[in-house]
C-alpha cells in the first residue's frame, strides 16, 4: 500500500503531548520547561516541552511498536529500504552498529584505509579483522578520497572468507565509488555490502545525484540526515534491505549502544526531516545543483582559485560526483586552505564545512540560499586579491604514505597491556592507538599495526606540512603493546 508522506506519526503525538498539560512526574527534571533557565529565554518554552522522555503513547525507540514504528517505516520508505533504525547516536552509532553486527571477532571486513574512526572503534568493539582497501590518492587536491572498483574486487577476490565490504558513499569530498558493482561482486561472493552514508542522506532524492546505498543494491546503509537533510544534530537512520541482514542481532547490537532515553527531538527532527525532503529534494535539488554549478564557475574567474566538480573527479577516476558540494583549491596562492578557512570565518563570518592543506569545502543542502553563495564567492575576491598582491609561490601537494604490516588485530591491541613511548624509540613496536592525519585523512598506523621507521617519516613529513594530526597520546610520545606483559594475556586470545 503506498505510504501518505505528508504524515509525521511520532512529531503529531509529540506536538499532542506538549499541548496536553500533562502533569510531569517523570525525567527529564526540566518538567517540560516549568524548571526555568538562560536557553528557554532564547529557544523557546515549546522547545522543552517537546523535549518528552517516554511517555505513554510515545512508543519505546528499543522495540517500536507504535509512532516510532510507523515514523521508521516511512523512513525506510523514503529511503527505498526495507527498514529503518532511528538512531540518536550519530552514524558515529550506525557505522558501530553496522560493523559490529556483521562481523564476530577473527571475522574479516574489507574497508577503504581513509574510513571514520568510528570504523576503527567498530573493529575494536566487535574483534574483527580489518582487511584495508588503499584510496585513491589525488595529488594535486593531497588528499585520499573513493575507491577504485579494480582495488576492491582485488581484495575480494584475495579474501574469499570475508563478511562483508564496507564502503563510503560518497567520500566526504562528495566522491562515489562504483557501488554497485561493488555490491554485484559482493554478493557473488556471499559478502554483505555495508556503507557509511553520513554524507549521502539526500542522494535518493534526486536522479542527478549518485546512486544512493539502497538503489544501489547495499544491504545497510548509515545516513546522517542531520549533516545534509536537515534533521537536528546526532539523528542519524540505519536502512536495510534484503535476506542477508539478522535483524535480531542487529537489533539487539543497536539497543547495546543506544541510549534508553532518547531525545524526542532528535526522533521528532527524523520524522519531519523525511517528509520535506520527500517532496521537496526532487523539486528543489536541480535548483541547488545549478546554483552550485554557477557558484563553481564564479570562483574559477577568481585568480588563483580553482573549483573542482564533476569533471575533474572525473578524470581522476571517479564513478560519479555529488555536485552539492564546493571544493575550491586555494593553495596556488600560496596559503592553505586552513588560512582560508580561518579568515572567511574571522573576516566575513562564513562558516565553512572543512579545511584541508589545499582546498575547503562547503557543503550545501536545499537549505542553502543563492544570498549565502553569493557571500562566498565575494568573500573569496577578497582573499584572492589580498594574497595575489603578495605573489606567493604555490604550495606543492605531496602525498606520502607507507601501509603498515599488521601484527595483530585491533581488539587485541586495545586490550593488552600499553607503554608510553617517545615516538623516535617506538620503532617495530606495535601500535596501541590510532594516529590520524588530516590531510589526507588516512590513519598512519591504528591499534595492532608495527610501527615502522618509513611510518614515523611519514608522520614527520606531515607534521612538518601542518597536517592535523590526532592521537590519544600527545608531545611527541605513542602508546604501545608493552611486549613484556602481554604474554600473560595470551589465555584471551579468543576475544
Ligand atoms: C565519512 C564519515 N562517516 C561517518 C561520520 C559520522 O557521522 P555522525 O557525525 O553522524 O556521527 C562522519 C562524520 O563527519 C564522516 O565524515
Given at each position: 500500500m503506498e505510504k501518505d508522506h505528508r504524515s509525521t506519526p511520532f512529531y503529531t503525538k509529540l506536538l499532542e503531548y506538549a499541548y496536553s498539560n500533562t502533569t510531569p512526574l517523570d525525567v527529564p527534571g526540566h518538567k517540560l520547561g516549568a524548571l526555568h533557565n538562560d536557553m528557554m529565554d532564547v529557544a523557546g518554552e515549546m522547545m522543552f516541552k517537546l523535549d518528552?522522555?517516554?511517555?505513554?503513547?510515545?512508543?519505546?525507540?528499543?522495540?517500536?511498536?507504535g509512532v516510532i514504528k510507523e515514523a521508521a517505516e516511512l523512513m525506510a520508505d523514503a529511503f527505498g529500504a526495507e527498514k529503518a533504525y532511528f538512531l540518536t547516536g550519530g552514524t558515529t552509532m550506525g557505522i558501530l552498529a553496522m560493523i559490529m553486527s556483521v562481523c564476530r571477532a577473527k571475522e574479516k571486513v574489507i574497508l577503504p584505509r581513509n574510513v571514520h574512526k568510528s570504523a576503527i572503534n567498530a573493529l575494536i568493539l566487535s574483534g574483527a579483522v580489518p582487511i584495508f582497501v588503499a584510496p585513491y590518492l589525488d595529488h594535486e587536491l593531497g588528499i585520499a578520497n573513493h575507491m577504485d572498483y579494480k582495488e576492491v574486487e582485488k581484495a575480494i577476490l584475495e579474501n574469499p572468507d570475508a563478511k562483508a565490504v564496507f564502503v563510503i558513499n560518497p567520500t566526504y569530498f562528495g566522491v562515489a565509488s562504483d557501488l554497485k558493482g561493488i555490491v554485484d561482486l559482493a554478493h557473488e561472493k556471499d559478502m554483505m555490502v555495508i556503507v557509511d552514508e553520513a554524507h549521502g542522506s539526500h542522494l535518493p532524492f534526486s536522479p542527478l545525484l549518485p546512486q544512493s546505498s539502497m538503489e544501489a543494491g547495499a544491504d545497510m546503509s548509515s545516513c546522517s540526515?542531520?549533516?545534509?537533510?536537515?534533521?537536528?544534530?546526532q539523528s542519524s537512520i540505519l536502512i536495510t534491505q534484503g535476506p542477508r541482514v539478522d535483524h535480531i542481532r542487529l537489533r539487539s547490537t543497536i539497543n547495546m549502544i543506544q541510549s534508553t532515553s532518547p531525545s524526542s527531538l532528535l526522533l521528532a527532527s527524523l520524522d519531519v526531516a523525511r517528509k520535506t525532503i520527500y517532496f521537496e529534494g526532487p523539486k528543489q535539488m536541480p535548483h541547488l545543483i545549478e546554483m552550485a554549478h554557477q557558484t563553481r564557475e564564479k570562483i574559477n574567474q577568481i585568480h588563483g582559485l580553482k573549483a573542482v566538480g564533476t569533471s575533474y573527479f572525473m578524470k581522476n577516476k571517479a564513478y560519479d560526483y555529488d555536485e552539492t558540494k564546493i571544493i575550491v583549491k586555494v593553495s596556488d596562492l600560496g596559503i592553505t586552505g586552513f588560512d582560508v578557512y580561518k579568515e572567511l570565518f574571522d573576516e566575513h563570518h562564513i562558516q565553512l564545512e572543512l579545511a584541508e592543506t589545499h582546498l575547503i569545502l562547503a557543503v550545501l543542502s536545499i537549505g542553502t540560499k543563492q544570498s549565502d553563495l553569493d557571500h562566498l564567492v565575494e568573500a573569496l575576491k577578497v582573499v584572492s586579491e589580498k594574497y595575489s598582491a603578495m605573489q606567493l609561490s604555490p604550495l606543492q601537494p605531496k602525498i606520502k604514505y607507507t601501509y603498515p604490516e599488521a601484527y595483530t588485530r585491533p581488539r587485541e591491541a586495545y586490550h593488552a597491556p600499553k607503554k608510553y613511548v617517545p615516538l623516535n624509540q617506538a620503532v617495530d613496536e606495535i601500535a596501541a592507538e590510532s594516529i590520524m592525519i588530516y590531510p589526507p585523512g588516512i590513519p598512519i598506523v591504528i591499534p595492532g599495526e608495527i610501527v615502522s621507521q618509513d611510518i614515523l617519516d611519514d608522520l614527520d613529513f606531515y607534521q612538518q606540512q601542518g597536517s592535523v594530526i590526532l592521537s590519544d597520546t600527545e608531545g611527541g610520545y605513542i602508546k604501545i603493546i608493552d611486549k613484556e606483559y602481554w604474554m600473560k594475556w595470551e589465555d584471551d586470545e579468543d576475544l
Open positions: 518528552a522522555n517516554a511517555p505513554r503513547g510515545l512508543d519505546n525507540l528499543n522495540r517500536p511498536t540526515l542531520h549533516k545534509t537533510v536537515g534533521s537536528l544534530t
